[in-house]
């Protein structure tokens, strides 16, 4: 669906994030000697049996930031999907 510039890890380094919205993913990937190297794949939220989202099939997450979020030096992911905001600390 996107893609944008985040910063990630110690000390963080740019990444681009790509939004899956198929499977409502987020990959990320780096650059590494002229080649890309995917860095990490994960789904975001799970979808409700539920919910009947045939019609209704948005973007999610429909928008990411990253920074240092709790001031360990170490680059975070936000995520905002539906009405939940996810904070993904790194590592």
């Given at each position: ?70 001031g ?18 790194g590592?």
């Amino acid at each position: 669906a996107y893609a944008k510039l985040v910063r990630l890890g110690q000390p963080p380094e740019p990444m681009i994030a790509l939004i899956d919205a198929a499977n409502r993913s987020i990959e990320l990937i780096s650059e590494e000697d002229g080649n890309l190297r995917m860095e990490l794949a994960f789904e975001v939220l799970l979808v409700s049996d539920f919910a009947n989202l045939s019609g209704s099939r948005g973007t999610e997450p429909h928008d990411l930031e990253s920074g240092d979020l709790n001031g360990d030096g170490i680059g975070d992911l936000v995520a905002l999907s539906h009405d939940k905001l996810l904070i993904y600390l790194g590592e």
